[in-house]
């Protein structure tokens, strides 16, 4: 085993790292909202809505992530220089990167997962908890502020445990968009170097450490919003 080259690219896999955090903190927090979103609508939006939102969680969730990213950035990407003035916007710096595309399809993709999640959470709330918020002359959206939406997150926080990883697993995905996360930092040094084995165990080294902690920070937070019963 051979990892010299550590001392050389290790401004490069410091990069990538970075890269790889900011694609899942992105996508998790932007998709955790959206999510919520489209988790209400299911549940108590009107019918149309409720097909709507459905059919986009369908669709996002019954195909690959990496179609969808590819038709975004090869797809949308190559439709976007023929949108007037965009090209001199301060927007273009930002729209012409595959970061952005990555950012965004991760974004939806976990946003259709989620939400199914959370619309089950939602209709686990036990309804007498409902039903003493709204006995005490709470508005819909209190209601939902102070018990529903918090109750239904606590029920969904192990699953949204499970989908955090997950989503971390997934952002090597961008590599194939030119995004030079920590999986391209190791691709560019198995062909620089011609080595192998070395550059992956180092990335795998990262994401399990990095899921530790993922893991543990959900225990904690988990064990700060102890369950009713």
């Avoid at 993922?214 to 019963?229: D, G, M, N, S, W």
Wanted: glycine share 6%; hydrophobic share 55%.
């Amino acid at each position: 085993m051979n990892f010299s080259w550590i001392s050389s690219y290790w401004p490069l896999l410091a990069a990538g790292a970075v890269q790889t955090v900011l694609l899942l903190v992105i996508s998790v927090g932007f998709g955790f909202i959206l999510a919520i979103c489209l988790a209400l609508a299911q549940v108590s939006g009107p019918r149309w809505l409720k097909w709507l939102t459905r059919g986009y969680c369908t669709c996002l969730r019954g195909t690959p992530l990496l179609i969808q990213l590819w038709l975004l950035y090869y797809g949308v990407g190559s439709l976007l220089p023929l949108v007037p003035g965009l090209r001199g916007s301060f927007l273009w710096p930002i729209v012409r990167e595959g970061f952005f595309f990555a950012a965004l399809s991760f974004t939806l993709n976990y946003a259709a997962y989620e939400a199914e999640v959370l619309r089950g959470a939602l209709l686990a709330v036990p309804k007498g908890e409902l039903e003493a918020g709204r006995s005490f002359g709470m508005s819909s959206w209190t209601l939902l502020r102070r018990i529903w939406l918090p109750r239904a997150i606590r029920i969904a926080l192990p699953t949204i445990a499970g989908e955090v990883v997950l989503q971390l697993k997934a952002t090597p995905l961008a590599f194939t968009v030119t995004v030079m996360d920590l999986y391209a930092v190791a691709y560019k040094v198995r062909q620089d170097t011609l080595l192998v084995y070395e550059p992956l165990m180092v990335v795998t080294v990262f994401y399990v450490l990095l899921t530790l902690l993922i893991t543990r920070a959900f225990k904690l937070l988990e064990a700060q919003v102890p369950a009713r019963r």
